[in-house]
């Protein structure tokens, strides 16, 4: 499977849907892309300490056309986990399948990026509601921030979008189809509350969301 | 054959070198101001993710596995009666080149805690040092009065 286009299209024909097999069928867990060849990037907290077996699954026709949100159906691809950043929540997956997975773009940092830029970000919103569609959100840059885990600060941006769950691993682009963060989160005091209400966590609303510097998958390769 | 496995854990000291780079890199970070013990333990609470930050993931999640991880590298390095085929194909992978001792390690015990291996090798690569400085039969009866493991490790006699 190649891309064959260039930019942002590019990226969303690279795009998927993890999920795992479960009692109902396969359970969705948040987003991933390719990183070529065989190689695939998410959030490592989307796949989890498990070593299940793991499903990349294709949207369901041309993100410039209409994808169809009915039926069951679904293309999908097998992979796991090969390598693993926990400081970063990052992990890279390697398809099972010898597909060679052509992107278009690189790899940057937030480094490349300033409070104000454009960013465009891609993932599967709603995936808890069963939804697979891959969709593009348009935000600003709205701050550069270390965050801390374990003693170490590590770069990630604050981008004035809100994301729902399933968005988790997707990536954030520059215009130039230049890949500069990884989605991770949202900025919840605590880490988060502790009750929930029709699957929303209330700490989680009025949120500003993080993402990671992809820099650090570039040390992993 | 345990003694062949003994012998060969007595004869290393540079465990961290069967990291890949970025995982030398993370561990060495978290050392800072670190025994090697609490750097075990940081880099399983690491998992939880970045301050103030709920995820945008639909699974995946976190258990503690520190308890349960030692268990099993208890079974493998110091029972012998657990673990017989696997030590034989570790010290085999090993000698060949085909891996590194912290990733034959980490792929035989995931299975055991439902881990990937990945996440395992780098707190593999930190035991091998605690052990490499205490001792194996130290470690392992240390473990046994911890309550970790079957309780029926063998003194390496030499």
Same mark, same amino acid.
């Given at each position: 499977m190649t891309s064959g286009v260039s930019g942002v299209s590019g990226v969303a024909a690279t795009c998927y849907l993890v999920a795992r097999s479960g009692?109902? @069928?396969?359970?969705?867990?948040?987003?991933?892309?390719?990183l070529g060849g065989r190689r695939v990037a998410t959030a490592l907290h989307v796949v989890g300490v498990g070593a299940?077996? +793991?499903?990349?699954?294709?949207?369901?026709?041309?993100?410039? @056309?209409?994808?169809?949100?009915? @039926?069951?159906?679904?293309? /999908?691809?097998?992979?796991? !986990?090969?390598?693993?950043?926990? *400081?970063?929540?990052? $992990?890279?997956?390697?398809?099972?399948?010898? *597909?060679?997975?052509? !992107?278009?773009?690189?790899?940057?940092?937030?480094? %490349?990026? #300033?409070?104000? %830029?454009w960013l465009v970000s891609l993932g599967f919103p709603h995936t808890d509601s069963g939804r697979v569609v891959l969709t593009r959100q348009d935000a600003t840059v709205g701050a550069k921030v270390l965050l801390e885990n374990q003693g170490q600060k590590n770069k990630h941006i604050?981008?004035?979008? &809100?994301? =729902?769950?399933?968005?988790s691993g997707g990536p954030v682009m520059k215009g130039d189809g230049r890949v500069v963060a990884v989605m991770v989160g949202a900025y919840a005091p605590g880490g988060g509350g /502790?009750?929930?209400?029709?699957?929303?966590?209330?700490?989680? &609303?009025?949120q500003t969301s993080h993402a990671i510097s992809a820099e650090y998958i #570039?040390?992993?390769? | 054959m345990i003694a062949e496995f003994h012998d060969y854990i007595g004869s290393r000291h540079d465990w961290l070198s069967d990291l890949k780079p970025y995982q030398r890199g993370l561990i060495e970070r978290l050392q800072d101001g670190r025994d090697v013990d609490q750097v075990i333990e940081a880099w399983f609470e690491s998992f939880r993710g970045a301050s103030n930050t709920v995820h945008f993931g639909?699974?995946?999640?976190?258990?503690?596995?520190?308890?349960?991880?030692?268990?099993? +590298?208890?079974?493998?390095?110091?029972?012998? #009666?657990?673990?017989?085929?696997?030590?034989?194909?570790?010290? =085999?992978?090993?000698?060949?080149?085909?891996?590194?001792?912290a990733t034959s390690v980490a792929l035989v015990v995931?299975?055991?805690?439902?881990?990937? $291996?990945?996440?395992?090798?780098?707190?593999? $690569?930190?035991?091998?040092?605690?052990i490499g400085k205490a001792g194996l039969n130290a470690w392992c009866a240390e473990q046994v009065a911890r309550g970790r493991g079957t309780g029926n490790s063998k003194p390496d006699s030499g």
């Open positions: 009692p109902g @069928g396969l359970e969705p867990l948040g987003t991933a892309f390719a299940q077996e +793991l499903q990349l699954i294709f949207a369901r026709g041309d993100f410039q @056309g209409y994808q169809d949100t009915n @039926g069951n159906q679904v293309n /999908f691809t097998t992979a796991k !986990v090969v390598e693993a950043d926990p *400081v970063h929540d990052l $992990a890279i997956l390697e398809l099972a399948q010898n *597909v060679d997975v052509t !992107v278009p773009w690189t790899l940057g940092s937030t480094d %490349d990026v #300033s409070p104000g %830029d604050v981008i004035n979008a &809100l994301l =729902r769950p399933g968005q /502790f009750i929930s209400i029709g699957g929303v966590d209330p700490a989680a &609303l009025h #570039s040390e992993m390769l | 639909t699974g995946g999640g976190f258990r503690p596995y520190y308890d349960r991880f030692l268990h099993q +590298l208890h079974d493998l390095f110091c029972s012998d #009666s657990s673990f017989i085929e696997e030590r034989a194909e570790i010290l =085999r992978q090993v000698k060949a080149g085909q891996s590194t001792f995931a299975p055991h805690l439902e881990a990937s $291996a990945p996440v395992l090798a780098p707190a593999i $690569a930190l035991v091998m040092t605690v």
